[in-house]
């Protein structure tokens, strides 16, 4: 019969429970570790993990470490493991930590990959200043980390900071600095993408991407390098992650900025002018925000920029074309015409529109005049180009595990290839990117479809469609 040992996520409990299981001879076979608190006693028929009455281990601290280390590893069975490996030990097996034993091959990698997402974490942690409120931190970060580092990185900042006040906060844990103690608590803070610290109005960061602009040089720019060195997962909640994609994007077009200062002249005859530095920076500034957006010309026609809607994180984002001429105007997705033939269809499949994400391929309006009406105009595909990071942005941010795309110019930019066609994907879910990808009819093709016959194909298309979403989600 196993042992069944309940735990949380901590070394400290692990290795109370393992001395005392090492104690009692308990094999590793004999053992399920569970992170999560059960029915029933700490184990089933061994005494409590938590009694320190066990004779203490003798191990070398090299073995010491680099269980502590991996300890922080995530992965579900790194309670198991790390036993397993002290098991052996404990029977003489002292090749269980060489690299050379498969075993000690993945405890090393398993402490190499915890030490580098520290040291990408003491990197790419980004504190913002807050305003001075009686109790608060002065400053705060939000980081999500791949492994549970956080309170070594915790004492990292602490020595870096100094007295001076701070809150880390991550999806799953929050260690706040008050200047002289650390203190760990449960998750009190969203990202930045969700009300997090970015909502803060902080003047140096504002400073520091001003700097960031003036060093940017695109005639030295490397693409390729740039991502490999700092990984994407990171970029988003850095200060420059919003205006780095829009500086390549200007790059890649041929704009040249350079670094300017208020001695820079300009040559006229064989004199020297001095303009000031108000005179000698772009005309066009570079979009941080959506509203921003220069990267092609349809914002010169539209109201506004529409950005998607929907929670936070969804397991299901639905990607149409572009806004209509209703969307332009109230600045959300989906409120006219074809947003009420989804939301009738949304209704059928049932698939509440309030747990999906809803957004377009492209996010200004394109038309033309017709009399008095602006009459809707397929995009371009430098347009779907160009507005793809935004896209990409909301893939980064929402983590669906299914797309639904809703028409051609949505799987276009989702697949990142302007030849791709609907037809032979309709009705067929496809991998794309670590997610799915489900392609429909866009609901206007609905509306404008020929006869009867044809909207009623086009509409099932569409329902049909958004149950097997719903249904690859529950996966």
Same mark, same amino acid.
């Given at each position: 019969?196993?042992?069944?040992?309940?735990?949380?996520?901590?070394?400290?409990?692990?290795?109370?429970?393992?001395?005392?299981? @090492?104690?009692?001879?308990?094999?590793?076979?004999?053992?399920?570790?569970?992170?999560?608190?059960?029915? /029933?006693?700490?184990?089933?028929?061994?005494?409590?993990?938590?009694?320190?009455?066990?004779?203490?281990?003798?191990?070398?601290?090299?073995?010491?470490?680099?269980? #502590?280390?991996?300890?922080?590893?995530?992965?579900?069975?790194?309670?198991?493991?790390?036993?397993?490996?002290?098991?052996?030990?404990?029977?003489?097996?002292?090749?269980? !930590?060489?690299?050379?034993?498969?075993?000690?091959?993945?405890?090393?990698?398993?402490?190499?990959?915890? +030490?580098?997402?520290?040291?990408?974490?003491?990197?790419?942690?980004?504190?913002? #200043? +807050?305003?001075?409120?009686?109790?608060?931190?002065?400053?705060? $970060?939000?980081?999500?980390?791949?492994?549970?580092?956080?309170?070594?990185?915790?004492?990292?900042?602490?020595?870096?900071?100094?007295?001076?006040? %701070?809150?880390?906060?991550?999806?799953?844990?929050?260690?706040?600095?008050?200047?002289?103690?650390?203190?760990?608590?449960?998750?009190?803070?969203?990202?930045?993408?969700?009300?997090?610290?970015?909502?803060?109005?902080?003047?140096?960061?504002?400073?520091?991407?001003?700097?960031?602009?003036? !060093?940017?040089?695109?005639?030295?720019?490397?693409?390729?390098?740039?991502?490999?060195? !700092?990984?994407?997962?990171? %970029?988003?909640?850095?200060?420059?992650?919003?205006?780095?994609?829009?500086?390549?994007?200007?790059?890649?077009?041929?704009?040249?900025?350079?670094?300017?200062?208020?001695?820079?002249?300009?040559?006229?005859?064989?004199?020297? !002018?001095?303009?000031?530095?108000?005179?000698?920076?772009?005309?066009? #500034?570079?979009?941080?925000?959506?509203?921003?957006?220069? +990267?092609?010309?349809?914002?010169?026609?539209?109201?506004?920029?529409?950005?998607?809607?929907?929670?936070?994180?969804?397991?299901?984002?639905?990607?149409?074309?572009?806004?209509?001429?209703?969307?332009?105007?109230?600045?959300?997705?989906?409120? /006219?015409? $074809?947003? $009420?033939?989804?939301?009738?269809?949304?209704?059928?499949?049932?698939?509440?529109?309030?747990?999906?994400?809803?957004?377009?391929?492209?996010?200004?309006?394109?038309? #033309?005049? +017709?009399?008095?009406?602006?009459?809707?105009?397929?995009?371009?595909?430098?347009? @779907?180009?160009?507005?793809?990071?935004?896209?990409?942005?909301?893939?980064?941010?929402?983590?669906?595990?299914?797309?639904?795309?809703?028409?051609?110019?949505?799987?276009?930019?989702?697949?990142?290839?302007?030849?791709?066609?609907?037809?032979?994907?309709?009705?067929?879910?496809?991998?794309?990117?670590?997610?799915?990808?489900?392609?429909?009819?866009?609901?206007?093709?609905?509306?404008?479809?020929?006869?009867?016959?044809?909207?009623?194909?086009?509409?099932?298309?569409?329902?049909?469609?958004?149950?097997?979403?719903?249904?690859?989600?529950?996966?």
């Amino acid at each position: 019969m196993n042992q069944v040992v309940r735990l949380a996520q901590s070394f400290g409990e692990w290795r109370a429970a393992a001395r005392e299981l @090492i104690a009692l001879g308990v094999a590793p076979v004999h053992i399920a570790w569970q992170s999560q608190p059960g029915d /029933g006693d700490l184990f089933s028929s061994t005494p409590d993990a938590t009694d320190t009455s066990a004779p203490p281990l003798r191990l070398p601290r090299s073995l010491v470490e680099l269980l #502590e280390s991996a300890a922080c590893f995530n992965v579900q069975d790194r309670w198991a493991f790390l036993y397993q490996v002290l098991w052996r030990w404990q029977q003489g097996q002292h090749d269980v !930590i060489s690299p050379a034993d498969a075993d000690g091959a993945r405890l090393h990698g398993m402490a190499k990959a915890v +030490r580098r997402e520290e040291h990408d974490m003491h990197a790419y942690v980004r504190f913002r #200043e +807050r305003e001075e409120a009686q109790g608060a931190p002065r400053f705060v $970060a939000w980081f999500e980390p791949v492994h549970d580092v956080l309170p070594q990185v915790a004492r990292h900042f602490a020595r870096r900071m100094g007295p001076i006040s %701070w809150m880390i906060a991550t999806p799953t844990a929050t260690m706040l600095w008050d200047g002289t103690t650390l203190h760990a608590g449960p998750a009190l803070m969203r990202g930045a993408a969700e009300r997090g610290p970015a909502d803060i109005d902080d003047a140096g960061e504002a400073l520091w991407l001003t700097y960031y602009r003036s !060093i940017f040089n695109p005639a030295r720019l490397n693409a390729d390098l740039l991502r490999s060195h !700092i990984p994407s997962r990171f %970029w988003k909640n850095l200060p420059e992650g919003a205006i780095v994609p829009a500086m390549v994007s200007s790059a890649a077009n041929g704009e040249r900025r350079t670094g300017q200062t208020a001695t820079v002249g300009q040559r006229s005859g064989a004199a020297m !002018i001095p303009i000031s530095a108000e005179r000698a920076q772009p005309a066009r #500034e570079l979009p941080t925000t959506l509203d921003q957006c220069r +990267r092609c010309e349809l914002w010169k026609s539209a109201t506004q920029a529409v950005p998607g809607v929907g929670p936070a994180q969804a397991a299901i984002m639905l990607v149409g074309e572009q806004p209509g001429d209703q969307e332009d105007l109230a600045g959300l997705p989906f409120v /006219g015409p $074809a947003g $009420a033939v989804l939301e009738r269809a949304m209704l059928e499949a049932g698939v509440a529109r309030d747990s999906i994400y809803l957004t377009n391929a492209v996010k200004h309006f394109k038309w #033309e005049p +017709r009399g008095k009406r602006r009459l809707h105009k397929t995009p371009a595909q430098r347009e @779907i180009a160009a507005c793809h990071d935004w896209l990409e942005q909301e893939l980064a941010s929402v983590k669906p595990q299914v797309i639904v795309a809703l028409g051609s110019t949505a799987l276009k930019s989702i697949l990142q290839d302007g030849s791709a066609t609907m037809t032979p994907l309709i009705g067929t879910p496809i991998q794309h990117d670590g997610r799915w990808v489900v392609t429909v009819y866009h609901p206007s093709y609905v509306l404008r479809a020929p006869d009867e016959e044809a909207r009623g194909q086009a509409y099932r298309v569409i329902v049909e469609g958004l149950k097997r979403a719903l249904k690859l989600a529950e996966i």
